[in-house]
């Protein structure tokens, strides 16, 4: 589903993002990605969603190598993935409804599929009652759900986070990892980029550990 065949990103300047980064997420699978700050973790999402491209090396995604995917083609590229960030990236002059229901009026959905959508997408993570809501009413964890269901709405097969729970407490860190636990268990793949070890440690996902760009260590995924 996801595979980085020796992959490096050199930024103008000569920052070297990523050097020789490989690794492989297979389909319906979640995992982590971990390491200090600037060790590459959002540089590896960016990558897959084609925010950046890579300066060596490949990145394949549901079978397609992005270094000869055209610029054309990168939005529908994008409708197969789901982003969430820590800090939302909510409009606070537009009710909850109208943020989750953003990436489909972008993809020319008919109005009844959105208001569909919309709302089961809100219902996936508890706020069906907030849809005429505005974000700044909203706390912390409840503005990140949003951003959650907004990620989700057009059901994509991939799911990318990055720092979803940096701005959180442990209580609303472990529920919101619950929910993307639950869309894994529907088929979708997860990555999910994190600082917090204490959190996932414990959960019984692979962990690809970064620093410097450079894959520097791994843990398999934990059976029962």
Do not use: C, W
Not at 85 to 103: E, G, I, K, S
Not at 112 to 124: F, Q, S, Y
Not at 181 to 205: E, K, M
Request: charged share 20%; no cysteine.
């Amino acid at each position: 589903m996801i595979h980085f065949d020796h992959a490096g990103k050199r930024y103008p300047g000569g920052f070297e993002a990523l050097n020789g980064l490989s690794f492989e997420i297979a389909q319906g699978e979640m995992a982590f990605l971990t390491g200090h700050s600037g060790a590459g973790k959002s540089t590896v999402l960016k990558l897959i969603a084609l925010i950046e491209r890579a300066s060596s090396g490949q990145v394949i995604v549901n079978g397609l190598n992005l270094a000869a995917l055209r610029e054309r083609r990168i939005p529908h590229l994008r409708r197969s993935i789901g982003m969430v960030f820590q800090n939302h990236r909510l409009l606070y002059d537009r009710t909850v409804f109208d943020n989750v229901a953003l990436p489909l009026i972008i993809s020319g959905h008919g109005h009844g599929e959105i208001g569909r959508r919309v709302r089961a997408a809100l219902d996936k993570v508890g706020l069906l009652n907030k849809e005429r809501a505005y974000p700044i009413t909203l706390s912390g964890g409840e503005q990140q759900r949003v951003g959650i269901a907004r990620a989700v709405v057009h059901k994509p097969p991939i799911l990318l986070a990055d720092e979803p729970t940096g701005n959180l407490d442990p209580d609303l860190s472990r529920e919101v990892m619950e929910l993307f636990r639950r869309f894994n268990q529907f088929g979708v793949t997860v990555l999910i980029a994190s600082h917090d070890l204490d959190l996932i440690t414990r959960l019984p996902y692979r962990i690809l550990s970064l620093k410097a760009g450079r894959l520097t260590g791994e843990r398999a995924a934990l059976t029962a």
